[in-house]
């Protein structure tokens, strides 16, 4: 690639889940790739395999503090996606989504870069509008357990547009709805890897409610594409874009598919549901279809095929 066109664009969060396939993605396309990850959900082995390319580099650093780079584009990830990670320590998952914002959009503005937000659809929170458009403002318990993730997100938001407003920064705001692939830590209760791991463990698979509850699930490649489509998208369009997959499954539909898809003996076990669990998710794509000419591809069954042998490999490793 021409110098010209090499663009330095740094990746909070490049260590984890999505950020890992974000700078696989960047680093095919050519671009000098910064990872900033503090390790908290993240983990080398995700980009052990960049290591040696002299356009990727690796920062440890924590985004609640700030840093000083040059960069053209900054893909700001950085933040536990799992309940289970970020019920952890919520003070600083609301630091990391807070702060973290200020300290990245400081940075953007220091040195004019592009800045993108992984926002959520846990801004919809239980939503009473369904499928949730953009201009839905939502439905969030604010003094809740799942709060210090999803008002810390929704104050990113804020941050991102104030900042827009104030300084003319170039931002972009995509809220990601549920998405799977290789990669996913195999314990961090996310639905789609919990199932895969009990069900190739021939452990009963865990039920939250009856199972009713719908999730809509994006292979990670569809997503991916989504992110690089909204960066280089016009500068008009800020945002917030919904990326996921519309296609419904309800819960039990989605253990019964995956027991099939393992071959396993796993049979379903019934628990209550916890506190603020939505009961349907669903994103309205359209703005997505219109603006970047984005839909997802990927089948369920064929993204679930590709994260079922990711844990395979994984699960013969442990032993
Ligand atoms: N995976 C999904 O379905 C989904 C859905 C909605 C939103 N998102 C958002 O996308 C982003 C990535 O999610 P993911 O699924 O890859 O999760 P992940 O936990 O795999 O990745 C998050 C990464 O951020 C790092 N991190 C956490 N706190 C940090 C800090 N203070 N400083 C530096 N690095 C820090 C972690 O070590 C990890 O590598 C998150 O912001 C998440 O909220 C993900």
Redesign the pocket.
Known sequence: MQYAIRKRVMV?????????HLCDRLIADGHDVLC????????KD?IVHLMDDPHFELVR????FPLYVEVDEIY???????PV?YQLDPV?TT??SVH?AINMLGLAKRTKAKIFQ?????VYGDPEVHPQPEDYWGHVNPIGRRSC?DEG?RCAETLFFDYRRQHNLRIKVA??????GP???PN?G?VVSNFIVQALRNEPITIYGDGSQTRSF?FVDDLIEGFVRLMDSPDDLAGPVNLGNPGEFTIRELAEKVINMTGSSSKLRYEPLPSDDPTQRRPDIALARERLGWVPTIKLETGLATAIEYFEELLRERG
């Open positions: 909070t969060g490049g260590a984890g889940f999505l950020g890992s900033v990850d503090n390790f908290f959900t993240g983990t995700n650093h924590d985004v609640t700001n990830l950085a933040c536990p996606a799992s990670h600083q630091k990391t973290g992984a926002s959520t659809s846990e993730y997100k809220r990601i709805f549920n998405t799977y990669r996913m830590h961090d996310r994006c």
